[in-house]
């Protein structure tokens, strides 16, 4: 395959990050018989499937997954080559930009973000997204999410990581049913609410089995969302960072307390593309994200 196949490099990288031959044809403007032709071509010349059906996704192979970054960064080259030092209009952009947030990202990071950057780009159409971290880092690598906030640490040689907001995590009850002064017996008695560690707060759950709090636990919930409320109407105790107290406290009469325990937590961090595959638009949108809630 020579330089002048570039068009079915775009095809490949298309496949790959639609994970649909029907949604590349619509990318590339072109038929989907055309895109299934340029497939087949393509597995002919590295003489493996390349994409593997299931159910309605075509799912890359072993083989796809190692050459899509080289091959995306040499496109992405040619191309700013070719088009001349990019540039952006906040103002005049249009399409979509999607951040992978968890629901504590939503809760907290997400409604000043929404209000800064839909007010410096008000054609934009924001989209958020909930997935668990495994999720979020695949859907960065193929361009399906143009950023994602999250306390995992992602594979650094996949993405580009920006750190920005320490966490430390606090006990939180209702104002109604404080805790004793902090201490190893300070949840004698007391009834706890476990959230799912999905969205990549691991801690709080390490910490309810590390100490033997399990069998106190009374409530498991899937988000953070409904804690809150929870906890303002009953004696439950739950484990949150607090920055996400804080920015919960106008809304909440709640009490925050300080663990008996030492606390070890990667800090809240962007993620994007490496620096090479960004976008100007993503540029523009992890720059306000930083210059926002960092």
């Not at 049913?177 to 969205?199: K, W, Y």
């Amino acid at each position: 395959m020579g330089v002048t196949d570039l068009n079915m490099i775009r095809t490949f990288l298309a496949v790959y990050e639609a994970r649909s031959v029907t949604a590349a044809a619509a990318t590339l403007h072109v038929t989907q018989p055309t895109v299934s032709y340029t497939v087949g071509r393509l597995r002919r010349h590295f003489d493996d499937d390349l994409f593997r059906r299931r159910g309605h996704e075509f799912l890359p192979s072993p083989l796809a997954d190692r050459i899509y970054p080289s091959l995306k960064q040499a496109l992405t080259q040619i191309d700013a080559t070719l088009e001349g030092p990019p540039t952006f209009d906040a103002a005049s952009h249009e399409a979509e930009m999607c951040l992978a947030v968890s629901s504590l990202g939503e809760l907290t990071f997400l409604p000043p973000i929404a209000a800064v950057a839909l007010a410096e780009a008000p054609r934009l159409r924001l989209r958020a997204v909930s997935m668990i971290a495994t999720e979020a880092e695949e859907a960065l690598v193929r361009g399906a999410v143009d950023l994602a906030i999250s306390v995992t640490v992602y594979g650094p040689q996949r993405v580009w990581r920006t750190p920005f907001r320490d966490v430390e995590y606090v006990a939180v009850t209702s104002a109604a049913h404080a805790l004793p002064e902090t201490g190893p017996d300070m949840f004698a008695g007391r009834r706890l609410v476990q959230v799912s560690s999905q969205g990549g707060h691991t801690f709080p759950n390490q910490a309810i089995v590390e100490h033997g709090l399990q069998p106190q636990v009374a409530l498991v919930v899937e988000g953070y969302a409904s804690v809150p409320l929870l906890l303002e109407g009953s004696d439950l105790v739950a484990f949150l960072p607090r920055h996400v107290v804080e920015a919960l406290a106008p809304r909440h009469t709640l009490a925050l307390h300080r663990l008996p325990w030492p606390v070890q937590s990667p800090p809240v961090s962007v993620y994007t593309r490496p620096e090479s595959l960004v976008t100007p638009a993503q540029r523009w949108f992890r720059d306000l994200v930083l210059r926002v809630v960092g």
